[in-house]
């Protein structure tokens, strides 16, 4: 059961905001390589708002997907993109449907 979460938002930079949806929508296929990462949804919060969350089983699922490819790409563009640096919260699932 995936009990496990990261929960990351972060902002775009005025005009930036249809490069960084379509940067975490070219992004599914790293995540579909991950086997750790159960679940993973890009999400648009606001007109400039954006968003990660992604669930796992175990600590190192969780680890793997911190230190693999979509988070590397997001941190080299981030300057480009990005109004600051991603705020990445450590998530616990209490329940889920």
Same mark, same amino acid.
């Given at each position: ?6 929960? *990351? &938002?972060?902002? =775009?930079?005025? @005009? !930036?905001? $249809? $490069?960084?949806?379509?940067?975490? !929508? +070219? ?10 990462? #159960? &679940?993973?949804?890009?999400? $648009? %919060?606001?007109? +400039?708002?954006? @968003? #990660? ?6 600590? *190192?699922? &969780? ?6 490819? %979509? =988070? !590397?790409?997001?941190?080299? +563009? ?5 109004? +600051?640096?991603?705020? #990445?919260? !450590?998530?616990? %699932?209490? *329940?889920?449907?």
């Amino acid at each position: 059961m995936e009990n496990l979460a990261l929960l *990351a &938002r972060f902002e =775009a930079k005025p @005009g !930036k905001e $249809q $490069q960084v949806a379509d940067f975490l !929508k +070219s992004a599914l296929p790293l995540a579909e390589a991950e086997p750790g990462t #159960i &679940r993973w949804y890009a999400l $648009q %919060i606001g007109p +400039s708002t954006f @968003g #990660i969350f992604d669930t796992f089983t175990d600590d *190192a699922g &969780r680890d793997a997907h911190l230190g693999g490819e %979509i =988070a !590397k790409a997001l941190m080299a +563009s981030a300057e480009e993109l990005l109004v +600051s640096t991603p705020v #990445i919260d !450590k998530v616990k %699932i209490l *329940a889920f449907k």
